[in-house]
């Protein structure tokens, strides 16, 4: 685990207060328009540290790494709205089944893997149902 500076903090901070997934630079503008002095790059390592300890998820969306605060130590898999970006948390037991007997079928032990499914939640769908007609 990485010290806990300052700007690692207000990152996290800053962070938890985003309900959905985040990119560095939007983050970043947040941080600046409260008044904050932290750099892109710090933005970017401090992103990347709390994603490597299990304090935020990471995701890639058009070339782009996105970011969300989570439950640290905690499995999980996601909705993601393509058009909002409204993120929920899911449990997806036949996915940890299917991951584990794949991996065991070939010889694979401690796997790991990240599932992210990505359609248009509600809200979305109904906008474009009511679009379309």
């Known amino acids: 685990m990485k010290r806990n500076t300052w700007q690692r903090e207000a990152v996290k901070e800053a962070l938890d207060t985003s309900e959905n997934f985040v990119s560095a630079q939007a983050l970043h503008s947040t941080l600046r328009e409260s008044g904050s002095p932290i750099g892109l790059a710090t933005v970017y390592r401090a992103l990347a540290d709390l994603a490597s300890d299990g304090d935020a998820d990471s995701l890639q969306q058009e070339g782009e790494s996105l970011y969300r605060a989570c439950t ?46 990505f ?11 009511a679009d379309a007609s």
């Open 72 to 117: 640290p130590n905690s499995h999980h898999h996601h909705l993601i709205c393509r058009n909002c970006g409204l993120t929920v948390e899911i449990e997806a037991d036949a996915v940890e089944e299917w991951a584990q007997s794949v991996a065991a079928q070939h010889g694979f032990t401690r796997a790991n893997h990240v599932v992210d499914v």
């Open 119 to 129: 359609g248009l939640c509600a809200a979305c769908s109904a906008l474009a149902a």
